[in-house]
């Protein structure tokens, strides 16, 4: 029979190998595309597959001949990047607006929002096309910046709208009799305790502007194409190409993964966000 | 001064104007295997030769290359001034003349030497409309060490119960040495190529001359029964899921002992750096049954010019250069003769050094001389093409088609039910374009 204590003991070790384990399975495939990338081409289609094996740089080497990838990730970069700030610049004050002055339509504002999600993207391919076609934006990085935070928008106002649901309005009303102006409101009181919340925000955009792969596929050719585009240059229905598409895509995660490492601190501080009542 | 400044201005921004309008930029959308990619690590020295041409590549997954160039194309986006295309798009694009012809080619180009199966392929009304950078058909490629331990012998050009058989008896799955590997993923350009040119081996064809279906008839029957009972009795594991690549990975590392697949697989098969069987591998005919006629399947990769390009004359340039002697000469020099790209050119085929270098060079030209894609079935048809019939709406049919029969392969349903669902999907699509009401 176990004491209390011990059963607690137990709880946190099953709790804790259940987290790694599935901390690991979520893990595996990234830990495999880094493994393959190390593997020569035969090596990398080996029955069973291959846990030990000689590595090789021959791979990254063949990526740095063939194909300039630092122009491909400055371009991911900058419509990143891009796309985020433009989408935060739009979604603060509409979430402002919904979350601090709510009207009767405001939920199916949000939902209708969100709703916009739910089409598939091929759906509007053409005329999409056809719009950046006579604006001149195919292949253009603004065209990739304005096509993201479409897309990256309704996530990110009712992101924002739920972290500023959870400010007591009180605190905003208490600057207002200071005298501060809506502007002053956001800049000077909300966006400094919503810190952890918008923190996030602009993490989730940069990495789903980041791994977006149907529009910039589509509306890109050669001079905006960001590093989806040259992950999928790699891909082929002729000729063993694992080990070099492995190679690439470590080279495409590499940067936003390090990233995410670095501002994990402001992400999980935002995930639990909600400890200012 | 200002009015030294607006001239002097004017005149800067003219010659500005003259350098960029003087430099071409030819974006060329092509797919990713290794003649592309040589192409492109080679398309220095054209560069060189040409230093009002700058070239830029959109390099993608053939599929992926597809669709794109299709939206492009479709909406005159002018985002590609050279587009890789395959026998499928070049005579349906040129036709609808969203293709500029390829007419007036330099004298040196000599335009006799291209195969004109594949010349044909790529024209449409006699105009051609793409130059052909590759081209393969298809064949068998055979464990000469097996065969030889196991006291067979395979014929030129087997029949597929030949297949069978020695496929029966090279089948050793506790040695994982499977009998025969073919296309079992769903596609049109994966096993509908395969089962399409063996369809046509049994007799059967995709419409008949008033453009209905036929899957209801005994060939199709037939075809996918035999296919069903090859691969499913003597083939891997997880044959369904087996496309060109799963099954060169399988030969390659000793796993198959019969493979009918592309004859460009012949220079991979062959190459130590990825091959284990580099000289146990013999050569014949794709299989017959009860007819030669279109068993080998006939595909071409052609360079052509949108309409839609600004930039036409610097893109004829550049696909005459890629396409020409002079450039399979340049790929022999920097990658070895047996990289010459492989079934576009008679004058490759007369070479003995190129001959003597790629064993698998004599079938190849055996292979692509058969090929005919105007009379590829037993029976008279209305389409042309082998391993597909060149009318817009084969892509989705045979999409849904091969998604069917790779269902059979994989037991979900019967080879009846699959044929049932083939010919009523067929039908639909096909009164829907208003082929017949």
């Known amino acids: 029979m176990l004491t209390l204590k011990q059963g607690r003991q137990l709880q946190t070790v099953l709790l804790g190998t259940l987290a790694w384990l599935v901390a690991l399975t979520i893990f595996f495939p990234i830990f495999w595309m880094i493994l393959t990338s190390f593997k020569t081409e035969i090596d990398a289609f080996a029955t069973p597959p291959q846990l030990f094996f000689t590595p090789t740089l021959e791979n990254y080497l063949h990526i740095d001949a063939r194909s300039d990838y630092f122009h491909f990730a400055w371009n991911s970069v900058v419509v990143s990047f891009g796309s985020t700030l433009l989408g935060m610049l739009l979604a603060v004050p509409a979430a402002y607006s919904m979350a601090f002055f709510e009207t009767k339509r405001t939920k199916s504002t949000l939902l209708w929002m969100l709703s916009t999600k739910m089409l598939p993207p091929v759906g509007v391919l053409v005329p999409i096309y056809l719009i950046f076609k006579d604006f001149g934006l195919l292949d253009t990085k603004f065209g990739l910046v304005l096509i993201y935070t479409l897309i990256n928008l309704p996530i990110m106002v009712w992101m924002v709208y739920t972290y500023f649901k959870e400010i007591p309005k009180d605190i905003l009303e208490a600057a207002r009799l200071d005298g501060a102006t809506a502007l002053q409101e956001i800049y000077r009181v909300l966006l400094p305790i919503s810190k952890g919340g918008l923190a996030s925000t602009v993490l989730l955009s940069l990495i789903l502007s980041w791994n977006e792969a149907f529009w910039s596929l589509n509306l890109t050719a050669s001079s905006a194409a960001p590093l989806t585009a040259l992950v999928a240059s790699y891909s082929s229905p002729e000729g063993l190409f694992w080990a070099k598409l492995s190679a690439v895509s470590t080279l495409a995660c590499a940067p936003i993964l390090i990233f995410g490492w670095l501002s994990q601190k402001q992400l999980v501080r935002g995930l639990s966000f909600g400890a200012v009542k | 001064m200002k009015q030294r400044l607006i001239p002097s201005l004017l005149v800067s921004s003219m010659a500005l104007a003259s350098l960029g309008a003087q430099a071409a930029t030819v974006t060329i959308g092509t797919v990713n295997n290794g003649d592309m990619i040589r192409m492109q690590e080679l398309s220095g020295a054209f560069e060189q030769a040409h230093p009002d041409i700058k070239l830029e590549w959109v390099v993608l997954e053939?599929?992926?290359?597809?669709?794109?160039?299709?939206?492009?194309?479709?909406?005159?986006?002018?985002?590609?001034?050279?587009?890789?295309?395959?026998?499928?798009?070049?005579?349906?694009?040129?036709?609808?003349?969203?293709?500029?012809?390829?007419?007036?080619?330099?004298?040196?180009?000599?335009?006799?030497?291209?195969?004109?199966?594949?010349?044909?392929?790529?024209?449409?009304?006699?105009?051609?409309?793409?130059?052909?950078?590759?081209?393969?058909?298809?064949?068998?490629?055979?464990?000469?060490?097996?065969?030889?331990?196991?006291?067979?012998?395979?014929?030129?050009?087997?029949?597929?119960?030949?297949?069978?058989?020695?496929?029966?008896?090279?089948?050793?799955?506790?040695?994982?040495?499977?009998?025969?590997?073919?296309?079992?993923?769903?596609?049109?350009?994966?096993?509908?190529?395969?089962?399409?040119?063996?369809?046509?081996?049994?007799?059967?064809?995709?419409?008949?001359?008033?453009?209905?279906?036929?899957?209801?008839?005994?060939?199709?029957?037939?075809?996918?029964?035999?296919?069903?009972?090859?691969?499913?009795?003597?083939?891997?594991?997880?044959?369904?899921?087996?496309?060109?690549?799963?099954?060169?990975?399988?030969?390659?590392?000793?796993?198959c002992a019969i493979w009918v697949d592309a004859t460009v697989a012949g220079s991979f098969v062959t190459d130590a750096s990825q091959s284990k069987v580099t000289d146990k591998v013999g050569f014949a005919l794709a299989p017959q049954q009860v007819t030669t006629k279109g068993a080998g399947w006939l595909w071409s990769w052609g360079l052509a010019i949108p309409a839609s390009s600004d930039a036409k004359d610097a893109a004829k340039a550049f696909a005459t250069w890629a396409t020409s002697k002079e450039y399979s000469q340049l790929v022999a020099d920097k990658f070895g003769i047996a990289a010459m790209p492989p079934g576009s050119r008679a004058s490759t085929y007369a070479n003995a050094e190129y001959m003597a270098a790629a064993p698998f060079a004599a079938k190849t030209l055996e292979s692509m001389d058969r090929a005919d894609p105007d009379d590829s079935t037993l029976k008279p048809s209305p389409y042309t093409g082998i391993q597909f019939a060149a009318i817009p709406e084969f892509q989705s049919i045979a999409t849904q088609v091969g998604k069917l029969v790779s269902g059979a392969l994989a037991g979900s349903m019967t080879v009846d039910e699959a044929l049932s669902s083939s010919q009523s999907v067929t039908e639909r699509e096909m009164k829907r374009a208003r082929y017949y009401q």
């Open chain 2, 62 to 255: 053939e599929n992926v290359l597809r669709q794109r160039l299709t939206t492009d194309i479709a909406t005159g986006g002018g985002q590609f001034d050279v587009m890789t295309i395959g026998m499928y798009e070049a005579p349906i694009w040129g036709k609808k003349g969203w293709l500029a012809p390829m007419d007036n080619l330099p004298a040196d180009y000599d335009l006799a030497d291209i195969f004109p199966s594949v010349r044909n392929g790529l024209s449409s009304e006699g105009t051609l409309y793409g130059l052909p950078f590759y081209s393969e058909s298809s064949m068998t490629y055979y464990r000469t060490d097996l065969f030889e331990a196991a006291g067979l012998s395979m014929p030129e050009q087997p029949s597929w119960d030949q297949v069978r058989d020695f496929a029966k008896a090279l089948h050793k799955p506790a040695q994982e040495q499977y009998g025969i590997c073919l296309r079992g993923k769903a596609g049109w350009g994966e096993n509908m190529a395969l089962v399409s040119a063996m369809s046509n081996a049994f007799g059967a064809r995709w419409f008949d001359e008033q453009w209905k279906p036929e899957f209801n008839g005994s060939a199709w029957k037939d075809t996918i029964s035999f296919y069903v009972d090859l691969l499913g009795n003597y083939g891997p594991p997880g044959a369904s899921s087996n496309g060109f690549n799963e099954n060169l990975a399988l030969f390659n590392s000793g796993k």
